[in-house]
């Protein structure tokens, strides 16, 4: 698919993401009911298809304020999650319902930050999705609010989306937003911006197009899907964003809409390596020097001799970043050490480590089996 535009009946899985801005009228206080309609009639249609589809849908805390008539504003963390109690009731019926009408069973699964970024709960989320794969239902996912609290939490679902995405080795997520993809600028800011239709790989200037969030009732803006672009073509998902304010929008973009393609890396990386990839709260950063991007682009692991700098606190296994001289993000892994015995090795060779720290440890402070590394 390189040199063109990828077309949706490329895939076979598809991951899509529904924002609340698009799902709820907060004026009306209600569902969006035609737009749902004509959406999950394109769903329908690629589901008949034999492909499947997984949607991750926003839209418990709108729905609860609506149906508490909350005023408007930002809502205390006990009252966002009360609220989101009250309206994820209603968003499952919504969604289930409308499935229904199809012929096609819904099946809701809420999840944490830490079902997946914890290995083993993170396998039993994607055991679940795979066997209502298997049975031909529908997931409809959303993180579960009534628990999330402000410093544990997704905090979006455009990077929910792409973490779901991997975890189900989806090849495609879908984002539905308020704008039909990336500009140059920020469109409403700069007249002059124009859509940019293909993204082959994220580099620091793609990401200082995205601007800020322009919806009160959504909290990801483009800065957040780009973020998830990061987790989903690491892993090996390709992403299109694209308008959701338009009636059937899945065929929209079938039909070569405007949006914007973010290509994955064209060699999908194992299951847990995608979970790897995806990691969201990565604990710290190490800074490398050129030799050991050269070294980690060939396959290498990372040894403590290309280490330049060691930023943040983490302990061993925990995900960390990993940064080239330039700032570029080269790719994420676990540390086989604690940031304080980084410190004190980075710069040695792995010869000295027994020297430095008093006993045998890993030759490598990531070893390549633990990393995953970016497109070049």
Same mark, same amino acid.
């Given at each position: 698919?390189?040199?063109?535009?990828?077309?949706?009946?490329?895939?076979?899985?598809?991951?899509?993401?529904?924002?609340?801005?698009?799902?709820?009228?907060?004026?009306?206080?209600?569902?969006?009911?035609?737009?749902?309609?004509?959406?999950?009639?394109?769903?329908?249609?690629?589901? !008949?298809?034999? !492909?499947?589809?997984?949607?991750? /849908?926003?839209?418990?805390?709108?729905?609860?304020? &609506?149906?508490?008539?909350?005023?408007?504003?930002?809502?205390? $963390?006990?009252?966002?999650?009360?609220?989101? =109690?009250?309206?994820?009731?209603?968003?499952?019926?919504?969604?289930?319902?409308?499935?229904?009408?199809?012929?096609?069973?819904?099946?809701?699964?809420?999840?944490?930050?830490? %079902?997946?970024?914890?290995?083993?709960?993170?396998?039993?989320?994607? /055991?679940?999705?795979?066997?209502?794969? %298997?049975?031909?239902?529908?997931?409809?996912?959303?993180?579960?609010?009534?628990?999330?609290?402000?410093?544990?939490?997704?905090?979006?679902?455009?990077?929910?989306?792409?973490?779901?995405?991997?975890?189900?080795? =989806?090849?495609?997520?879908?984002?539905?937003? %308020?704008?039909?993809?990336?500009?140059?600028?920020?469109?409403? *800011?700069?007249?002059?911006?124009?859509?940019?239709?293909?993204?082959?790989?994220?580099?620091?200037?793609?990401?200082? @197009? =995205? #601007?800020?969030?322009?919806?009160?009732?959504?909290?990801?803006?483009?800065?957040?899907?780009?973020?998830?672009?990061?987790?989903?073509?690491?892993?090996?998902?390709? @992403?299109?964003?694209? /308008?959701?304010?338009?009636?059937?929008?899945?065929?929209?973009?079938?039909?070569?809409?405007?949006?914007?393609?973010?290509?994955?890396?064209?060699?999908?990386?194992? /299951?847990?390596?995608?979970?790897?990839?995806?990691?969201?709260?990565?604990? #710290?950063?190490?800074?490398?020097?050129?030799?050991?991007?050269?070294?980690?682009?060939?396959?290498? &692991?990372? $040894?403590? =001799?290309?280490?330049?700098?060691?930023?943040?606190?983490?302990?061993?296994? %925990?995900?960390?970043?990993?940064?080239?001289?330039?700032?570029?993000?080269?790719?994420?892994? $676990?540390?086989?050490?604690?940031?304080?015995?980084?410190?004190? $090795?980075?710069?040695?060779? &792995?010869?000295?480590?027994?020297?430095?720290?008093?006993?045998?440890?890993?030759?490598?402070?990531?070893? !390549?089996?633990?990393?995953?590394?970016? *497109?070049?």
């Amino acid at each position: 698919m390189s040199g063109t535009l990828p077309a949706l009946t490329d895939f076979g899985r598809i991951v899509v993401k529904v924002g609340s801005s698009l799902l709820v009228d907060q004026e009306a206080g209600c569902v969006k009911e035609a737009w749902l309609a004509s959406l999950v009639d394109d769903i329908a249609g690629l589901h !008949r298809d034999g !492909r499947d589809v997984l949607v991750v /849908s926003s839209g418990a805390i709108a729905l609860g304020r &609506s149906l508490l008539k909350l005023p408007r504003g930002p809502l205390a $963390l006990e009252d966002s999650q009360a609220a989101a =109690a009250i309206g994820q009731i209603a968003l499952a019926r919504i969604w289930a319902e409308a499935l229904g009408r199809h012929g096609i069973t819904a099946g809701q699964i809420l999840v944490t930050l830490g %079902d997946t970024e914890e290995r083993r709960r993170y396998l039993n989320a994607r /055991s679940t999705i795979a066997r209502l794969l %298997d049975w031909r239902a529908v997931p409809v996912i959303n993180e579960n609010d009534t628990v999330a609290t402000n410093e544990i939490r997704y905090g979006d679902n455009d990077r929910l989306g792409a973490r779901v995405a991997t975890m189900a080795s =989806a090849d495609l997520l879908v984002l539905l937003s %308020d704008i039909d993809g990336l500009y140059t600028a920020p469109p409403g *800011q700069d007249p002059n911006a124009t859509l940019i239709p293909v993204v082959e790989r994220i580099t620091p200037e793609i990401e200082g @197009m =995205a #601007g800020e969030s322009a919806s009160e009732l959504s909290k990801g803006g483009m800065r957040t899907k780009i973020e998830a672009g990061k987790i989903a073509t690491t892993g090996g998902t390709h @992403m299109v964003i694209a /308008s959701g304010r338009v009636e059937h929008p899945l065929r929209a973009i079938a039909e070569r809409g405007r949006a914007t393609w973010f290509l994955a890396a064209g060699n999908p990386v194992t /299951s847990r390596k995608k979970w790897i990839a995806g990691s969201l709260e990565p604990k #710290g950063t190490l800074i490398i020097d050129a030799g050991a991007v050269a070294a980690l682009r060939r396959g290498k &692991s990372l $040894l403590p =001799a290309g280490i330049v700098r060691v930023e943040g606190e983490f302990s061993r296994g %925990d995900a960390v970043v990993v940064r080239g001289p330039d700032g570029f993000e080269i790719g994420r892994g $676990l540390s086989a050490y604690d940031a304080a015995d980084v410190e004190r $090795l980075r710069g040695h060779s &792995s010869a000295d480590i027994p020297k430095i720290l008093g006993s045998h440890g890993r030759t490598a402070v990531i070893h !390549r089996d633990d990393l995953v590394v970016g *497109q070049g």
